[in-house]
């Protein structure tokens, strides 16, 4: 049996056990740091001819130390999952930066940092298997929707496109040691669509296969994904994925989440995740809620049997990252 193998079954019996806790807040993390153009660049991209700063998925390869403290400090914190620093790893996103042709080195070499550092504290703690999540984001564009509101028929990337994207990134994390893969911060669900049929597609090829989360996003107090759908329908159109859970991120904090997230947990026949924002950004997009503040409403969560996987998206930090009572 490979070490795949013998994690995979490690990760289903700890979710029979227990409430596992995914990492947090990634760039709220990178943000600490106070990174300048220099660090985004390195050597390596010392002359690209635009700016890179902001480019975070970037840092694995020009900045890996401070990506494997961040991942590392998480887990010192009690996190069970980690998360791969390849949120904006496919050509569509890196687009942006003029840096396409990075897309599978960035996926591979993000699963291969948070690989050696899940795998080092499984060596500290082997009672406590540690599991890395290769991280699918939502690209910067979407299927559903006209960029342009003169012409709403208008799309800017097509499914084929995102399927493309999607392929090559989803071999890059199963190359660099990825667990399961999350498809996450799901605002058109047309776009998790194509990721659900990339990641099945690649797992055919490869003759590999492991499990699926899904994470959507609620974008505001209408209880809609920004594509328009509800919370039952979102999941009603990712279920046939048969995910090992599915679950609520990004754009409310964990209150504002709760009705939702009692709706998915009362409809989905799978593992329920949440991590949600450290409450609503102020007039700066920053975040006050505090750590403790946020513990509370999840303790809730978890009292009311919720949820199965939580841990926190923007302007959360390690100290966010605190085990849950056993549901």
């Known amino acids: 049996m490979s070490d795949r193998s013998v994690r995979l079954q490690a990760l289903k019996h700890a979710l029979k056990e227990r409430i ?9 993390m990178i943000q600490s740091y106070k990174l300048e153009e220099q660090d985004y660049r390195g050597k390596r ?17 020009t900045r890996p130390d401070v990506i494997g403290a961040i991942e590392k400090a998480y887990l010192d914190a009690g996190a069970d999952i980690l998360e791969t620093n390849t949120f904006n790893a496919t050509q569509v996103s890196l687009a942006d930066y003029g840096m396409q042709g ?14 050696k550092i899940a795998d080092a504290k499984t060596l500290e703690t082997p009672e406590k298997p ?11 564009r979407t299927c559903s929707l006209s960029p342009d509101v003169n012409n709403p028929g208008y799309r800017n990337v097509t499914f084929d496109e995102l399927v493309e994207n999607y392929t090559e990134a989803t071999k890059g994390l199963i190359e660099g040691g990825a667990d399961l893969i999350l498809i996450e911060t799901i605002f058109d669900t047309l776009n998790a669509k194509a990721a659900i049929f990339a990641v099945q597609g690649v797992f055919e090829e490869l003759g590999i296969e492991l499990p699926i989360m899904i994470s959507g996003t609620i974008t505001d107090a209408s209880g809609r994904t920004l594509s328009g759908q509800t919370t039952e329908a979102f999941w009603n159109s990712v279920a046939h994925a048969k995910p090992i859970s599915v679950g609520l991120n990004c754009a409310l904090g964990a209150s504002e989440l709760r009705p939702y997230l009692e709706e998915l947990s009362n409809k989905a026949n799978t593992h329920v995740s949440a991590h949600p924002n450290a409450g609503l950004p102020n007039e700066f997009g920053e975040y006050d809620e505090l750590p403790s503040e946020t513990a509370k409403v999840i303790e809730e969560f978890a009292q009311s049997g919720f949820l199965n996987i939580v841990g926190g998206c923007c302007g959360t930090t390690r100290a966010t990252s605190k085990p849950s009572p056993k549901r």
């Open 20 to 28: 596992l806790i995914l990492d947090g807040g990634m760039g709220t």
């Open 102 to 115: 990075l897309a599978y080195e960035l996926n591979v070499e993000g699963a291969r940092l948070a690989r």
């Open 45 to 61: 991209f010392a002359d690209w001819p635009s700016d890179v700063k902001g480019n975070n998925d970037l840092l694995v390869l």
């Open 130 to 140: 540690r599991f890395v999540a290769g991280v699918i984001g939502p690209t910067s």
